[in-house]
Nanobody
């Protein structure tokens, strides 16, 4: 499966963005999908994940209540709705797919990665 992440941009603090993770080459319903982010000089970190079939979700504590991950298998797309954005959310955001059914926060369990989309939040 190939993944394309897009939808990033520049917003002011308190604003919203919606990220898209579009799959091709395979149906996204075959995978659990996670979003990760990497800020300059920092390690890549888990943001959110959605399970393969039950659509159960998990979130990093830093984004819980502000971000929502969802999927539309008919459109072969997973979304990350980001509200109440903070300057510390500034990073390159990556989507990734795994055959681990429930999704996982462990980036090493993801087999397929998109190219990343940049999010900049100004104060």
């Amino acid at each position: 499966v190939q993944l394309q992440a897009y939808g990033g941009g520049s917003v002011q603090a308190g604003g919203s963005l919606r990220l898209f993770c579009k799959a091709s080459g395979s149906t996204i319903s075959s995978y659990a999908v996670g979003w990760f982010r990497q800020a300059p000089g920092k390690e890549r970190e888990f943001v959110a994940a959605i399970a393969k079939s039950t659509s159960s979700t998990s979130y990093a504590a830093s984004v819980k209540g502000r971000f929502t991950i969802s999927r539309d298998n008919a459109k072969n797309t997973v979304y990350l709705q980001m509200n109440s954005l903070k300057p510390e959310d500034t990073a390159v955001y990556y989507c990734a797919a795994t055959t681990v059914v429930t999704g996982t926060g462990n980036l090493y369990q993801y087999d397929y990665w998109g190219q990343g989309t940049e999010v900049t939040v100004s104060s």
